[in-house]
RNA sequence: GCCCAGGUGGCGGAACUGGCAGACGCGCUAGCUUGAGGGGCUAGUGCCCGUUUAGGGCGUGAAGGUUCAAAUCCUUUCCUGGGCACCA
């Protein structure tokens, strides 16, 4: 697929004597020009079998909305780049591109405009399909994928079913949002501050209903610990880590005083003598059985008021924020003193996590603390620090987390905390009353949708026989298009009746379908599988294509995805592993992520003001080459930033100038004879050009690579005045520079390189190389400081002892007059940067 | 609120491992170019003082610290952005 760079012969400096001198750049002819040529040519077809080691380069792929704003040209072309490069480098390089089209917005146009999800969407893909086709990526579109399609969504249903059958599927209890006025489910999205409904503006609340998960918490530890190994940003790394938060500590068991057990975890389980009350979630199960008839209302009218609220404001740490809770006037018992303690409910309890109940420790823990003093509850003291003062539970202003000295704390006082805490959990094990136990934040997946445009969940409910799996081979479970939209959003599946009654797999009797469909997580949890073999219809994918293609080497893809996407793509391609259909745990070796391009003014870009940047224009206007570079130079991909509508000039400038170097000195001739001494500088010149843009590629550093290409530009300019311009090395250095925008700007690069009379085609071509003793200069100009202030700069050679540096610079007639005959006090010199003398 | 990032000229940004702050581009100023359009070329451009030249001082959100030396390390603090489990 590759071919050497081509070297300068009589021929290929014959043929391009047909340059045209006075022509000037113009985008729109040139990349039109090559589109089509590439089209026809299939130029970007990956072919399984092409020789080279692969590489498999994936952007996040888009959801379609419509329109392609700037922010798909951040996240697509840029890592075309480096797609192209890698690809230059002689890898079999696999870039593929789809669509997530399963989604709410979908749903909502149907109801705002009277559009079926599936026309909107694919009218939508087919819109940007055409837009993406003007960025010169190196898409093999033969692989695309969407994901509203029955051959594709046949195999969510199929990885749901093997999940089901491991026990990774399972439903139980959830909350959702609801609203009572349109008798629907929200998203977090459509319950808008105050909890209004986005749609009628009713007041919402949150609804018990049954739901459909997965078991993600399974693979918890296993997620936690591959982390490791990732070639992944620090960042991104630690926000996973933090998300599936392992905690370790204990599970204690407190007996209620209506017989039952309530259990507890705690990381502290040493701190359980101060144990002076309970808190229950407002949802736990033992909070109806525990309440006396007298608190009866009062619990019954905080248990609603939760329901209000989000796990943002419940889990807000915020002093301003009041305390709130009831007491149930239920007791329990502490286990280690005996005691009789109140319980509570609180709203800062969360079912979610560890058993949905705590023991309070207000002496330790600054929330119980706060709670305490709010409800006027007893904190007692039972650590204290070795080196401070002696804390009062009656003087203390906050709670006291640190390590020290058990006091109060029957057989177990005098222990040192955090160093003894192994010794007391086996205690408490000893004891009965206790067992060390690891939890995680981190929760299953819920991935019921009580909505339409996603994929049907395939089971049904028999009366008989009750939840019945699908029998594979009737796959898929397909989404019925025929569906009546209601103004209130409630989803269409529930009233379809085509839909909705079906026969038992089982017994053959009437039952009826699910009509949750899932979460749309789940088609991009393993999509990337599915492009190494499209068509597959026998699996998922191709397990040998898999195995070819898979793990992906480079992800690329925004930072909003950090956590929720990639965790549910790494547990499912450890499930796809346990299923035997591949053999690899983690989906993406190395990971990437561009910033979010904002608007002007540095706020988001929306639709709705009209702040959104089109790309269409810009391309009309400058050309796709100068967008492609004008995005890479805004500044750190990673970090993205306000978009900048004028320095695009600057970038079509450059590649004008560039245009004019090329076609106004390449074509020679190239017979200078010239000495070496005089050709080395050219030669330095190019080999670090090659190296400052090939190091800045393979660092993500698109902006400061774009520096290198102009200022390599800049001064082959300079140079354009002298006889260099006539021989074999200012050919190659043109050549050079062709190659090297190559990535960039596609188009026009390949227009110069058909120019200079090269073969078709430069995205062909091998990456250029270079000699490294080129890029090591003899001297460096060295700076000399006096008490660390700049005096003057030397130009010294790069190895020089610091004897011959100290005496060379103290000789200088600008450091003599600084230091003013004081003696030198100390000298640092550090070789081929600077020398400071402290006097 | 919690978790994760980031703050450098008029603007976007650069700065290897603690070693010249401001590369490169935009914008701006002056000059040239009659091919007067959003064109091209040359020179200048952090701020302040000084100025024929020279030179000097200040300067990386704020305050403090470590060091011969800090945009870079430490402490405190302010501001902005991303995520927070039904937007994707």
Request: glycine fraction near 6%.
């Amino acid at each position: 697929m590759t071919t050497k760079t081509a070297t300068v012969t009589p021929e290929t400096i014959e043929v391009s004597i047909g340059l045209d001198r006075t022509e000037r750049y113009d985008p729109a002819v040139i990349e039109e020009k090559w589109r089509e040529r590439w089209e026809r040519d299939d130029l970007y077809w990956v072919d399984d079998d092409a020789p080279g080691e692969k590489w498999y380069s994936l952007t996040m792929y888009p959801y379609p909305s419509g329109v392609l704003h700037i922010g798909h040209w951040y996240a697509f072309a840029v890592p075309d780049v480096y797609a192209r490069v890698q690809r230059m480098r002689g890898y079999n390089v696999l870039f593929p591109m789809g669509f997530d089209a399963f989604g709410l917005p979908a749903e909502n146009a149907a109801i705002r405009h009277g559009i079926h999800p599936a026309i909107w969407t694919s009218e939508n893909i087919a819109a940007m399909r055409q837009q993406y086709r003007q960025m010169g990526a190196m898409i093999d579109w033969s692989r695309e994928v969407a994901t509203c399609t029955p051959d594709y969504y046949r195999w969510n249903q199929w990885l749901f079913l093997q999940m089901l059958e491991r026990g990774l599927a399972y439903r139980a209890k959830g909350a959702v949002w609801w609203c009572p006025q349109d008798q629907t489910v929200l998203a977090n999205e459509q319950v808008l501050e105050g909890n209004i409904c986005e749609r009628c503006g009713a007041e919402v609340f949150k609804r018990d209903l049954e739901q459909w998960y997965f078991r993600i918490t399974d693979y918890a530890e296993e997620l936690l610990r591959d982390t490791e190994a990732l070639d992944w940003p620090e960042r991104v790394k630690t926000m996973q880590r933090n998300w599936i938060g392992r905690s370790e500590g204990a599970r204690l068991r407190f007996m209620l005083e209506t017989g039952d057990s309530l259990e507890v975890f705690t990381t502290r389980p040493d701190t359980v003598w101060g144990a002076t009350f309970m808190v229950l979630a407002p949802e736990h199960p033992l909070v109806a059985k525990i309440t006396i008839p007298d608190r009866q209302a009062d619990v019954d009218a905080y248990i609603e008021q939760a329901r209000r609220q989000t796990e943002i404001e419940r889990m807000s740490t915020d002093e301003a924020r009041a305390r709130t809770g009831v007491f149930t006037g239920g007791y329990a018992v502490n286990p280690v003193t005996d005691e009789r303690i109140p319980v509570w409910i609180a709203d800062y309890v969360l079912m979610g996590y560890g058993t949905g109940a705590i023991m309070a420790v207000p002496f330790g823990d600054q929330r119980d603390f706060e709670f305490a003093r709010a409800f006027d509850l007893p904190i007692r003291a039972i650590v204290q620090s070795e080196d401070g003062p002696e804390l009062d539970p009656a003087t203390m202003t906050e709670a006291y987390d640190g390590p020290g000295v058990l006091v109060n704390s029957g057989p177990m006082t005098g222990k040192r905390v955090p160093e003894e805490l192994p010794q007391i959990i086996r205690w408490l094990e000893e004891t009965g009353r206790g067992k060390a136990e690891v939890t995680y934040r981190l929760r299953d997946w819920l991935i019921s949708r009580q909505r339409y445009w996603g994929t049907p969940i395939p089971v049904v409910y028999c009366d008989d026989c009750g939840m019945v799996p699908v029998p594979e081979d009737q796959l898929p479970v397909e989404l019925p298009l025929d569906a009546e939209f209601t103004p209130t959003g409630q989803s269409p599946l529930v009233t379809h009746e085509g839909f909705l009654n079906t026969t038992c797999p089982r017994c053959g009797g009437a039952a009826r379908r699910e009509t949750d469909t899932m979460d749309t997580f789940v088609d991009s949890s393993w999509y990337w599988f599915r492009y190494t073999s499209p068509r597959e219809d026998e699996g998922p994918f191709d397990p040998e294509a898999a195995a070819r293609w898979t793990p992906v080497d480079l992800y690329c893809g925004g930072i909003e995805h950090a956590i929720l996407h990639l965790l549910y793509a790494r547990f499912f391609t450890k499930v796809i592993r346990d299923l035997g259909l591949i053999e690899h745990g983690e989906p993406f070796l190395r990971l990437r992520n561009q910033g979010m391009i904002l608007a002007e003014e540095g706020t988001k870009m929306s639709k709705s003001r009209g702040t959104q940047i089109a790309p269409d224009e810009l391309v009309a206007r400058h050309g796709a080459d100068a967008l492609r570079l004008h995005l890479m130079y805004l500044g750190p991909w990673d970090q993205g930033g306000p978009w900048n509508s004028r320095g695009i000039a600057g970038m079509e400038r450059f590649i004008r100038r560039a245009y004019g170097l090329v076609t106004e000195t390449g074509a020679g001739p190239f017979d200078q004879p010239l000495p070496e001494a005089e050709t080395t500088p050219l030669r330095r010149l190019r080999a670090k050009a090659i190296r400052r843009v090939t190091t800045d590629l393979d660092e993500f550093q698109f902006n400061t690579m774009v520096a290198a290409l102009i200022e390599y530009v800049n001064e082959l300019m300079k140079l354009r005045e002298t006889a260099l311009i006539h021989t074999r090395d200012w050919r190659e250095a043109l050549e050079t520079l062709v190659l090297l925008m190559a990535p960039s700007t596609p188009y026009v690069a390949e227009e110069l390189w058909e120019r200079l009379g090269m073969p078709y085609s430069v995205h062909h071509q091998s990456w250029p190389d270079y000699d490294p003793a080129l890029t090591q200069d003899d001297a460096v100009e060295v700076v000399v400081q006096v008490n660390g202030k700049v005096r003057d700069r030397l130009l010294l050679p790069v190895d020089l002892p610091e004897a011959d540096a100290r005496a060379r610079v103290l000789t200088q007639p600008k450091i003599t007059e600084a230091i003013a005959g004081r003696e030198p006090r100390k000298v640092i010199y550090v070789p081929g940067r600077l020398i400071n003398i402290v006097v």
